[in-house]
């Protein structure tokens, strides 16, 4: 298994993504959206997330920023207290529905970060798939 992300790029046949329109309202599995702006090969919004400490949501809107080329794209929300950040790629199923199918890792500050057997509880890892809202 490779560790390094620069030891994948150099490793990895190149392919040109394939042109993909990220701007619009996307909605996940859980209900919460996003509203994606596209602007050179920078990625800017808003997101709110339908679940909070205290059940469900909304949240307040949340700033996003980040990156496309093609087909391909990568995005941040800061929490405050938290991190959390998707990648991904665009796809077009049969019928011509789009989404974004998206791996996502959320950091966060523990009590005791010193300690090293609560290391990786700082990092979080999941898998989202959003739908464009028409």
């Known amino acids: ?73 990568n995005f941040n929300v800061n929490w405050g207290e938290e991190i959390t950040t998707w990648i991904g790629h665009g796809v077009i199923y049969a019928g011509g529905k789009a989404s974004i199918l998206t791996l996502w890792q959320i950091v966060h500050t523990i009590t005791d970060e010193e300690d090293p057997e609560n290391q990786w509880q700082t990092v979080s890892a999941g898998a989202d798939e959003f739908r464009r809202k028409d």
Request: a negative charge; zero cysteines.
């Open 1 to 73: 298994m490779l560790k390094h992300a620069e030891l994948v790029h150099f490793k990895t046949p190149i392919v040109k993504p394939l042109p993909f329109d990220f701007s619009g309202r996307w909605v996940n599995e859980l209900g919460s959206y996003m509203d994606l702006t596209m602007n050179g090969t920078s990625v800017t919004g808003k997101y709110v997330s339908m679940v909070t400490e205290d059940g469900p949501g909304p949240t307040p809107p949340f700033d996003i920023y980040g990156s496309f080329s093609g087909d391909l794209i």
